[in-house]
C-alpha cells in the first residue's frame, strides 16, 4: 500500500489482531478464550453476539497478558453496532490478510470505528515513543523478525522469537513487558511447550541471526528495517508488519 493510513503512527500488530480475534475466536468456554483459535465460517449475527457476551472475559483475561491497556479499552467499546464492521474486517482478513491494507479499509468503509481504533494507537504511540532507544530498536527487531517468518512453520516462529528475546538486556525486558504485560513471561512459556536440544538450539539461533544480519538492503524490505533500527521511531515500522498470522 502506498499511503498507509497509520503513516505517521505505529501500527500495533497485536492490537489489530484482537480486531480479528473477535471475529474468529471459538466461543464456548474460558478455556477457548485463552486459546483463540480461527474458524472458516461466516460471522453471523447470533455468533457476534455470543461474541459479545463473551469479550469481558475476554478483556479480563488478557488486560493482564500481552494487550497493551490501549487497546483492551479500544476491544471494550465494541457493541451490536458495530456487527457490520467487524464482519466485513473478518472478511477481508480471510482475502487479504494484510494488516495495513486492513486498516485502510475500514478507515474508508467504517469510519466510525476506525477513529475509536486511532486513539488507541494514538495513546500506545505516545507509549511506545517514551521508551528508550533500547527499549524501541529491539521492538523494531521483533517486528521485523515476525515479518520474515510469518510464513514459516510454527514451531520456528515460535521458537525464533524466544531465541531472539533471550538476548535482550533484562533491564530492556522490563520496559517492553510494561507496554506489553508479561511478554516475556508469555514467550517463556510458550518455549517450555516444545522440548529442545541445544543443537536445535543453535540452528534456531543461526536462523534468526541470518534474518536479521539484512546483507541484501533491496530484499525482504531489509532497508526499510535497517532504516526502523536505526531511528527506533514507530512510524519507521509499518512497511514490514505484514499480514495476520494466527
Known amino acids: 500500500m502506498t499511503q498507509p493510513i497509520m503513516i505517521h503512527r505505529f501500527l500495533p500488530l497485536l492490537l489489530v489482531a484482537g480486531v480479528a480475534i473477535l471475529a474468529t475466536a471459538k466461543p464456548i468456554s474460558r478455556n477457548d478464550l485463552e486459546s483463540a483459535y480461527p474458524v472458516k465460517e461466516d460471522l453471523t449475527r447470533e ?14 483475561i488478557f488486560k493482564h497478558v ?9 476491544l471494550r ?25 486492513l486498516v485502510k479499509r475500514m ?6 470505528i476506525h477513529e475509536r481504533f486511532m486513539v488507541a494507537v494514538k495513546n500506545f504511540s505516545k507509549r511506545w515513543d517514551a521508551l528508550s532507544l533500547d527499549a524501541r530498536r529491539s521492538l523494531v527487531t521483533a ?18 522469537p524466544h531465541e531472539y528475546y533471550r538476548s535482550i538486556p533484562q533491564d530492556v525486558v522490563a520496559e517492553i513487558d510494561e507496554l506489553f504485560p508479561k511478554l516475556s513471561t508469555t514467550v517463556k512459556m510458550l518455549h517450555e511447550e516444545f522440548d ?9 539461533k543461526e536462523v534468526v541471526d541470518l534474518l536479521l544480519a539484512c546483507e541484501d538492503l533491496t530484499a525482504n524490505k531489509c532497508g526499510a528495517y535497517k532504516k526502523a533500527l536505526e531511528s527506533g521511531n514507530s512510524q519507521d515500522v509499518i512497511p514490514f508488519l505484514g499480514n495476520f498470522t494466527f
Not at 196 to 204: L, P
Request: glycine share 0%; charged share 30%.
Open 77 to 101: 467499546t465494541i457493541s451490536n453496532d458495530d456487527y457490520e464492521a467487524i464482519k466485513y474486517a473478518f472478511e477481508i482478513v480471510q482475502e487479504d490478510p494484510d494488516i495495513v491494507n
Open 143 to 160: 517486528v521485523f523478525l515476525r515479518y520474515r517468518l510469518q510464513n514459516a512453520m510454527e514451531f520456528l516462529r515460535i521458537m525464533a
Open 47 to 60: 455468533r457476534f453476539a455470543e461474541l459479545l457476551r463473551l469479550l469481558p472475559t475476554f478483556t479480563d
Open 196 to 204: 529442545v536440544s541445544s543443537d536445535e538450539q543453535a540452528k534456531i
Open 107 to 112: 478507515e474508508e468503509k467504517f469510519p466510525e
Open 66 to 74: 500481552i494487550f497493551p491497556k490501549e487497546f483492551i479499552a479500544f
